[in-house]
């Protein structure tokens, strides 16, 4: 089972759709956003369970557990630091929780690896910039796998 916070149109849950994988849920924000995802990508769209929440509303309200949570940009960025959001996405992530995040030059900064580490989780692998090929983008690619 795979989440994408920040799902947005669906980009790459309809990409892990076409590498064969059936367990998929999404969640952003925009609900005209997911709207979006049933005209781009239909057959993707049909077979994924979908919600338009914020992260603190989807996470307070106990979403049932999956193997992989994954973020791609500014989501997770985002979430005041006043809100648990690590411990969140750690009690529902039963094995991988993969960010492709900016670490520097936004408004709350974090310490991921200290953070998921108090829950539990281990950085397994880092690659800074997370695109050899698009640098300019400088964002980073870290995944963490529970201990």
Do not use: K
Request: aromatic fraction near 12%; proline fraction near 5%; include cysteine.
């Amino acid at each position: 089972t795979i989440l994408d916070m920040g799902c947005n149109v669906g980009r790459h849950l309809n990409y892990l759709y076409h590498q064969g994988y059936r367990n998929l849920r999404g969640v952003d924000w925009s609900s005209a956003a997911i709207r979006d995802m049933a005209s781009r990508y239909p057959e993707m769209h049909a077979a994924s369970r979908l919600t338009a929440a914020s992260f603190e509303e989807f996470l307070s309200n106990s979403p049932e557990q999956v193997d992989l949570v994954y973020t791609r940009g500014a989501t997770f960025e985002l979430v005041h630091p006043g809100f648990p959001l690590i411990r969140h996405v750690c009690q529902i992530a039963r094995r991988y929780v993969v960010l492709v995040v900016s670490e520097a030059a936004h408004a709350y900064p974090r310490f991921w690896e200290y953070e998921f580490a108090r829950e539990g989780f281990e950085l397994t692998h880092l690659r800074r910039p997370a695109s050899p090929d698009a640098p300019e983008h400088r964002v980073s690619l870290l995944t963490f796998t529970r201990v």
